[in-house]
């Protein structure tokens, strides 16, 4: 597989919309990033107990959830466009009020209510509607390769806004600053960032949006209708089972507390924190367009499965390393392959639903990946407030994702998408 195969990027399938979504996925996954990596730092500086930081987080991606379901199942039917919009301004309100407030409550509310990452991945309804806009735009044959490069440019910007975190709390912590008002800053930047989001969606077009052929003054009779997942609800139910599995485990290690653990086991502070995640997530960003590569050759399912088995082993070795230095190689080589599933999970859901129910069906699906993360956190912080249990995060996140590829193939190796069966 030679080089210029592997970066040869589809700029030719790509559309004006197409390009805005990449643009909108790169600030948002920047404004993500560079949260993920102050975010329990801030809150602990703001007087919040290591338990209550997991409430908080938990919660956070509760109410997450609640939002993407009802945006993301009517997206298809009221306009993909407004949803972004709206996704984005609850994204810069949640984000002000982060900045302006230190009452527990108050970050209940809004943490719950609006749209917070704490671990540098998508939340909200960005992401299921933005995959949907860009499926209906190019065809079977380069989704997966559109969607390897969306990969990329969101795991390059989660990776410039961790360095950029890092880089501006180190300096304003040098100054009579106090550290929390250094955190404060980037707080202040995610929203403002939200607000710029909206400004971007506002310039979507029509081209984007799905016509559909059903009568949409008829009410939904079943449950699954109602979704917007008539035909596809089989389907979605096992993949959102299996996607909240994996969704789960990585819950115990979110960016957010990995970045923490990294502080409580080695001392490691903000700056070089940021340093780590750049180019974590940078090796991560690559690995996509490999993916694509191996997709063509081994199918989707395949890749997804093969490609994520190891990166879960190597999770189970981070805390097991007796040195800083041997802790970040393996965390490297953990994220070196461990989003090659990403795209081939993205394009695989596309290829197996209807196109009018893509947006729907990747907002459930992401639902049940955001409920499975947002019960985790509440285990972890209970675990990081004792110092011995500090460690189990890591083994239980391994274990969980382990068993989840295995199922994965179980249910899914003998169902192929279009691409595949021709």
């Given amino acids: 597989m030679s080089i210029r195969s592997l970066l040869s990027c589809p700029i030719k ?3 004006r919309d197409a390009y805005l979504l990449f643009f909108s996925r790169f600030v948002r996954l920047f404004a993500y990033g560079s949260l993920s990596v102050v975010l329990v730092f801030y809150l602990i500086g703001l007087g919040l107990r290591e338990a209550q930081v997991g409430i908080l987080l938990t919660l956070t991606l509760v109410g997450d959830t609640v939002i993407s379901l009802y945006l993301t199942t009517r997206a298809d039917r009221m306009g993909r466009r407004r949803m972004l919009i709206v996704g ?3 994204m810069a309100a949640a984000g002000l009020a982060f900045a302006c407030t ?3 409550v108050f970050l209940l509310i809004a943490g719950t209510i609006g749209v917070i ?16 806009a860009l499926a209906h735009v190019v065809s079977d044959q380069s989704r997966t390769d ?3 490069w969306y990969t990329l440019a969101g795991s390059v910007a989660t990776a410039m806004g961790a360095l ?3 880089a501006i709390t180190g300096v304003l912590q040098k100054t009579t600053l106090p550290p929390v008002t250094a955190y404060r800053v980037v707080v202040f930047l995610y929203a403002a960032l939200g607000v710029f989001l909206a400004a971007l969606f506002l310039r979507l077009s029509s081209g984007a949006e799905v016509h559909s052929s059903r009568d949409e003054s008829t009410l939904p009779t079943t449950l699954s209708s109602f979704f917007g997942i008539g035909h596809s609800h089989r389907v979605v139910v096992k993949l959102s089972g299996l996607f909240a599995l994996d969704s789960f485990a990585g819950g115990f290690v979110v960016q957010s507390f990995a970045a923490y653990w990294f502080y409580l086991r080695f001392g490691v502070h903000p700056a070089a924190l940021g340093v780590i995640f750049f180019w974590a ?4 960003g690559v690995s996509a367009l490999l993916a694509a590569r191996l997709a063509v050759r081994w199918g989707l399912v395949n890749t997804m499965v093969l490609t994520h088995l190891p990166s879960n082993i190597l999770l189970i070795l981070v805390p097991l390393m007796p040195t800083l230095s041997l802790a970040v190689l393996v965390l490297l080589l953990r994220f070196s392959i461990s989003q090659m599933d990403v795209p081939t999970r993205q394009s695989y859901v596309m290829a197996v639903v209807r196109k009018d129910e893509r947006s729907a069906a990747a907002g459930i699906i992401g639902v049940a990946r955001t409920t499975g993360a947002a019960i985790s956190p509440l285990f972890v912080g209970y675990m990081f407030a004792r110092s011995s249990w500090i460690n189990v995060p890591f083994l239980l996140a391994g274990a969980l994702k382990i068993l989840y590829d295995l199922l994965l193939y179980k249910e899914f190796v ?6 595949e069966r021709q």
């Fill in 281 to 284: 997530n940078i090796f991560a």
């Fill in 88 to 90: 984005s301004i609850l």
């Fill in 13 to 15: 399938v790509l559309t």
């Fill in 102 to 104: 230190s009452n527990f």
């Fill in 414 to 419: 003998g169902i192929h998408p279009v691409e």
């Fill in 117 to 132: 990452s704490p671990s540098g991945n998508e939340v909200g309804p960005f992401l299921s509607i933005e995959q949907a």
């Fill in 146 to 148: 559109v969607f390897a």
């Fill in 164 to 166: 950029f975190a890092g």
